[in-house]
């Protein structure tokens, strides 16, 4: 593997980082999630290019990343209507990779303690373990 070459793998490895983040299967496919809710992973529909990675982000941040850097940045209509977007991990560097693994870990813990529908109590984010 070339230098500074980024695959799945690494941006697992980044991803893996970040506290309360497990890797467990998400719709049968490879995934990192945040106390259960899926933060990266990898793509399950055919429309999404090879080398790219699924990032949970909401609309907004979605909207301005592929405005600033569409070369990095996509999204395809599978993915659109979901707070998703996908990164092309043959173009991004590591720093950016790791600031846009951040973004996807703070909007994945915040879904977390989020009720998931009305009446159910919100998750609760898990201490670390000492």
Same mark, same amino acid.
């Given at each position: 593997?070339?230098?500074?070459?980024?695959?799945?793998?690494?941006?697992?490895?980044?991803?893996?980082?970040?506290?309360?983040?497990?890797?467990?299967?998400?719709?049968?496919? @490879? *995934?990192?999630?945040?106390?259960?809710?899926? +933060? &990266?992973?990898?793509?399950?529909?055919?429309? #999404? /290019?090879?080398?790219?990675?699924?990032?949970?982000?909401?609309?907004?941040?979605?909207?301005?990343?592929?405005?600033?850097?569409?070369?990095?940045?996509?999204?395809?209509?599978?993915?659109?209507?979901?707070?998703?977007?996908?990164?092309?991990?043959?173009?991004?560097? @590591? *720093?950016?990779?790791?600031?846009?693994?951040? +973004? &996807?870990?703070?909007?994945?813990?915040?879904? #977390? /303690?989020?009720?998931?529908?009305?009446?159910?109590?919100?998750?609760?984010?898990?201490?670390?373990?000492?």
């Amino acid at each position: 593997m070339p230098a500074g070459f980024i695959d799945l793998n690494s941006a697992f490895e980044l991803g893996l980082a970040y506290s309360n983040v497990e890797e467990s299967p998400y719709y049968g496919r @490879r *995934a990192l999630k945040v106390n259960g809710t899926m +933060m &990266a992973c990898t793509p399950v529909n055919k429309s #999404a /290019e090879a080398n790219s990675v699924v990032v949970a982000m909401s609309f907004e941040s979605r909207t301005a990343l592929i405005k600033k850097s569409p070369s990095l940045y996509y999204i395809t209509d599978h993915y659109a209507p979901h707070p998703t977007m996908l990164v092309r991990l043959s173009r991004i560097s @590591r *720093a950016e990779l790791e600031r846009t693994l951040r +973004m &996807a870990w703070e909007f994945a813990a915040l879904r #977390a /303690e989020s009720p998931r529908s009305p009446g159910k109590p919100a998750r609760q984010l898990k201490k670390p373990e000492s």
